[in-house]
């Protein structure tokens, strides 16, 4: 593992929203106007998520924030010599998109990575590694690849497979949903590790998985905890390289009018984006969670330093339960339906998440915590209402990130504990495709259960999880209206009930996006004096047949008053 580090930069906590030890919330727009507006949107359908005043016709902005909303005529009173106007050809305006769970910088080396994630077969699988292999000079680590082994019917790949196509690089490449991934020979070498070739023992490691064939023969697939043990002998990256990911990041989700992220990683990712804000470079906001382990490093950096400002905030910790459906180490109650004797697991023990959990709480901090199967779910609501009787009640916004599979007993308890469901969408159309062979129909009708969770009052933050899924929030809004799979298997929709409806898609992504980090106050919805992070689509969605959503057009994106991606 890399070395943690703890410099702060002085501009990281100079003029900015802090958030005290309880969390509170920043108050909205309150600024007056000072002088005529740097832009005018006009012509717009203008969805504001703004409960008071949902639509309008136009927008003036003045240097960083939102001047007025309103009607062609009352907006167009801003308008003086230097004011650029924009013709919106009656284009959807909305907010700027919240990404409530990415991994940002894993997301920017990976545009540059073996792209595996449509190889349709095992050969596919291993000659684009090969062609890759000789792009790059000999020594040096192939990872990314996205891999999905559903793709040619579910045979998980092995080392076998790329050890004669990649004899002069460590290969570590992981499947779409960042929990198994496969290393060839010279990486478990690297990594110090028995390959069983010789009869040696296979270590044993808690929360994890090295997957052995009959003869106790390692395949190179390991799975969640155990792929601390090949990355950990990764070499560290310059950071010339981490600074080149996370542009390209910013560029990349710009073009979709992703405006904010919720970055989960690590410490080391936090002085990515500092390096980034100390230089002015950052053009995306970024709510950074770090380890749920490190609340008290969390809790001693707040104290000392704060929590950021409007580009850079530090505030989530970030937690597992356990591991992904497609790797069938999502902890559930009942076995999966494809492997009688398989129930997942546990990445973290459940005495470990309540000291960390009631630790961050009574402290203050914000937990969001990754959960999958339904045991998981259901044993961190259980964990969350015991922080919450332990340290009493406060403004906390727990979260579960992905509450991907709930039994019908967890879904009112996300509104009575005020528990927030962070969402993929997109990852909905992507398990459809085979999630009822694993665990069968009537699991599947509370799985990605977004019309219940809002019927039964709880507050959905919309995502895209990417690297493991595209962060592109048309195609998440696409997934959650439509639930089309991508296989095509499910015209009208798999699990066609638990669809919801595009202006609730809209908010998800917006309005309970920044809701999810405590910024409601200051972004998420298009008022006088928020933040003027906006996008413009081509069209305006609502006139669109669903299933043309997937396609729609962003013309122009805008943070903080600055023009950072532009099409038209």
């Not at 000079?137 to 092995?158: K, Q, R, S, Y």
């Not at 992070?533 to 994106?557: G, I, K, N, Q, Y």
Request: glycine content about 10%.
């Amino acid at each position: 593992m890399r070395a943690l580090h703890t410099r702060v930069s002085p501009r990281l906590v100079a003029p900015v929203i802090l958030l005290a030890a309880s969390i509170t919330t920043p108050t909205t727009g309150c600024r007056e106007p000072a002088g005529d507006a740097t832009y005018l949107i006009e012509n717009a359908s203008v969805f504001t998520a703004d409960p008071d005043r949902p639509w309008a016709e136009a927008i003036a902005i003045e240097g960083d924030r939102i001047l007025a909303v309103g009607t062609a005529e009352e907006v167009a009173a801003h308008a003086g010599p230097g004011t650029v106007r924009i013709d919106a050809a009656k284009g959807l305006l909305t907010p700027g998109f919240v990404d409530a769970h990415v991994h940002f910088l894993e997301g920017g080396y990976r545009l540059s990575s073996v792209q595996l994630r449509d190889a349709a077969t095992p050969e596919a699988f291993g000659r684009r590694i090969r062609d890759f292999a000789v792009t790059v000079d000999p020594g040096t680590w192939i990872t990314g690849g996205d891999w999905n082994h559903e793709n040619w019917g579910g045979e998980l790949p092995d080392r076998a497979w790329i050890d004669a196509l990649t004899p002069e690089n460590p290969v570590w490449v992981h499947r779409l949903d960042g929990h198994m991934a496969l290393a060839n020979t010279m990486a478990l070498e690297a990594a110090g590790l028995p390959t069983g070739d010789d009869g040696a023992e296979v270590p044993v490691v808690d929360g994890g998985t090295l997957v052995a064939d009959a003869s106790g023969r390692l395949t190179g697939v390991l799975k969640d905890n155990a792929m601390s043990l090949v990355a950990a002998a990764m070499p560290e990256p310059p950071s010339e390289l981490e600074d080149r990911a996370l542009d390209a990041a910013m560029t990349h989700v710009s073009r979709f009018g992703v405006t904010s992220v919720h970055h989960v990683g690590s410490w080391d990712d936090l002085e990515v984006f500092r390096r980034a804000h100390d230089a002015g470079r950052l053009k995306t906001r970024i709510y950074a969670a770090v380890p749920l382990e490190s609340w008290p490093r969390l809790d001693e950096h707040v104290a000392r330093e704060g929590r950021g400002d409007e580009w850079l905030r530090i505030g989530g910790l970030k937690g597992f339960v356990d591991g992904s459906l497609g790797s069938h180490t999502a902890a559930f109650f009942e076995p999966f339906t494809d492997a009688p004797e398989d129930r997942g697991l546990l990445v973290n023990s459940h005495q470990d998440l309540k000291s960390w959990i009631e630790g961050a709480d009574a402290a203050g901090l914000h937990v969001i915590v990754h959960a999958i199967g339904d045991r998981a779910n259901a044993d961190l609501l259980d964990l969350y209402e015991g922080a919450i009787t332990a340290n009493g009640p406060r403004e906390r916004r727990f979260r579960i990130e992905h509450a991907q599979h709930l039994r019908s007993a967890e879904l009112p308890r996300f509104a009575e504990l005020g528990v927030i469901a962070s969402m993929q969408p997109y990852h909905a159309i992507d398990d459809g495709s085979w999630a009822e062979r694993v665990i069968g129909p009537e699991r599947s009708r509370t799985t990605y259960a977004f019309r219940s969770l809002i019927d039964a009052g709880a507050t959905l933050a919309f995502g895209s999880d990417w690297f493991v899924a595209p962060p592109i929030p048309a195609a998440g809004m696409y997934a959650a209206i439509t639930r089309r799979t991508l296989a095509g298997a499910h015209p009208q929709g798999w699990v066609p009930e638990q669809k919801i409806s595009l202006t609730e898609s809209l908010i998800a992504y917006t309005r309970n996006g920044a809701y999810a980090s405590f910024e409601e106050g200051i972004k998420g919805t298009l008022a006088p004096g928020m933040l003027a992070d906006l996008v413009l689509f081509e069209r305006d969605l609502r006139v669109l047949d669903p299933v043309e959503l997937e396609d729609a057009r962003v013309l122009l994106t805008m943070v903080g008053g600055r023009i950072v991606h532009d099409a038209r």
